[in-house]
């Protein structure tokens, strides 16, 4: 039997040498990067920078339940952990992962490009999340509810986060998507804007279900949502100062009384370290 057969005669896909690698064959001999250079036509993506890849820091907890303003009753004010979110993930990202990535990447090539929309991809616990650019988030949500290959028909909501230590990206947009014609395949977009800047295009007119979504995540954290049809207060009064589920907003509390014995609110309460 001839070695470039199986024991089934089907022919063994040869890996090429290095020395004549071209950008659409080179394989560093890893078998699954000969996939991806068949699926993107261009080979393997460069390598990230290796500072991309560490997880980022956006702050820090002090004493076991984290209390800012002196309030840490536990006795271990002295405690400090940092807060870190997963950093960038290098190809292949593995299994549906690669093949959304690569049929964005074609789809945006001829207009926006994929590395000017897309900040960075995260692979963790199982998920994909696209950092993408505000600017670009509109175009990017398009091809992802559009294109045949992709069909994220349905966004699930979006949910606001508020990281103050993060400079410059202090809020975070997340949009959970689902393919239901590419069996319940998932998605996560996260886009982030600055405190002094807290502006992101709305998505409501590519996923129309986002309306009191929208309404929800700017009335608790601020994102004002560009081009939203009625960007009003959905929980609080119309009136209400300030957006409740920042970070920076009082923790306020209500004074608890039992047995004669008094709690305070959590912002009242003496410190023990």
Known sequence: MSDEKKADDTPVQPIPDKEIDSAETRTDDDPRSLDVAHTVGVGRRPDLDPVDTEPVQIGERRGMFGATRGQDTSGYGGLVTPTLLPGASERPYGGDFDVVADTLERALGDSVGYDTAVERVVVDRGEMTLFVHREHLLAVAKVLRDHPDLRFEMCMGVSGTHFPGEEGRELHAVYPLLSITHGSRRLRVEVTCPDSDPHIPSVVE??????????????????????????TRILMPDDWPGHPQRKDYPLGGIPVEYKGGVVPPPDERRAYS
């Open 206 to 231: 590519v996923w129309p279900g986002n309306d009191w979504h929208e309404r929800e995540t700017w009335d608790m954290f601020g994102i004002v949502f560009d081009g939203h049809p009625a960007l």
